[in-house]
């Protein structure tokens, strides 16, 4: 797909893009820019090979801008990712993209977008804009289920799973790489090394990148949310654990010394005068009875109950 940078995006040929002399953006598979490369009159040789782009980055050539983009589906952050590469010189860029997002993408922008002041840095700043529009939305969206498990772990927490706190914590993990690049990309193309942006347009690349610190620290901030309930999680497990083992050890308590008594009569002795004695089962009875009572009132004094 070929397009002129007008007030919109305006969709037009191939001849027209290497006519005219407004900046350009094109959208093509690996096979066309193998075919179409040399009529861009760019001086570099890129073979795209999907399978190698790893990350999100922009090296700086003699006469271009080269990168890659390794963007993490919203839909599974962890598993996807769709990637594709780029090319920038004076005159626009172009996307090298087997997979079709890219191609959406930028016939979104041509819907929804119209520029006073059209220019190649607007345009990159929308389609980068683009690439994090539901972040926010996903980082609520975490956020209220991380209050979710906080409040069930205080409730209940021997029946809360933790397996969903460690999927978002994953997803944070795979978002926060995928911004330090996308930071580092803004600020390369921000420092305009081979001026092919007008000085007055890189503040575009400056607010992306504000943008994205923003974005960074809402990453961090939920990172630390995960921790916490983890943390608590242990906690509440521990204090569980802790309440039966006051309860084993205040029964444990109380039985001690009605097993004494039990074994100390239990030896049937001859002359122990309380084997014959009339009152001596009644008073065994009532002195286990006491020490049940006042054992239990004991620990209720101490608050161990």
């Not at 193309?189 to 081979?194: A, R, T």
């Not at 961090?220 to 983890?230: G, N």
Request: hydrophobic content about 40%; some cysteine; charged content about 30%.
């Amino acid at each position: 797909m070929y397009y002129l940078i007008k007030s919109i995006l305006e969709e037009c040929s191939a001849e027209e893009v290497h006519k005219s002399d407004c900046q350009y953006v094109v959208v093509l598979t690996p096979e066309e820019w193998a075919k179409e490369q040399s009529s861009f009159d760019i001086g570099i040789e890129m073979d795209i090979n999907t399978d190698e782009i790893h990350n999100t980055k922009v090296e700086v050539n003699y006469d271009s801008l080269t990168g890659t983009f390794c963007v993490p589906s919203r839909r599974n952050i962890t598993e996807v990712s769709y990637k594709y590469a780029f090319v920038i010189d004076e005159k626009g860029i172009v996307f090298i993209d087997p997979s079709g997002v890219v191609d959406r993408m930028v016939k979104r922008i041509a819907r929804r977008k119209k520029w006073k002041i059209p220019c190649l840095e607007r345009f990159i700043y929308d389609f980068l804009e683009l690439i994090i529009a539901r972040d926010l939305s996903i980082m609520e969206k975490y956020d209220k289920e991380l209050d979710g498990f906080e409040d069930s772990i205080l409730e209940d927490a021997k029946n809360t799973d933790l397996e969903r706190v460690y999927e978002i914590r994953g997803d944070i993990r795979d978002l926060r790489i995928h911004y330090e690049q996308l930071i580092d990309l803004g600020q390369e193309l921000e420092e305009n090394e081979n001026n092919f942006f007008k000085n007055e347009n890189t503040r575009y690349f400056r607010l992306f990148i504000d943008r994205m610190s923003r974005l960074m620290d809402t990453a961090s901030s939920l990172r630390d949310h995960t921790v916490q309930i983890r943390d608590l999680y242990h906690s509440e497990m521990e204090i569980k654990q802790n309440r039966i083992m006051t309860l084993l050890t205040v029964v444990t308590t109380i039985f001690m010394p009605l097993t004494l008594i039990v074994g100390w009569y239990g030896m049937n002795f001859r002359y122990m005068p309380e084997l014959q004695s009339r009152w001596g089962y009644p008073v065994v009875i009532v002195v286990s009875l006491m020490i049940i009572v006042g054992s239990l009132l004991f620990f209720k004094k101490k608050k161990w109950l």
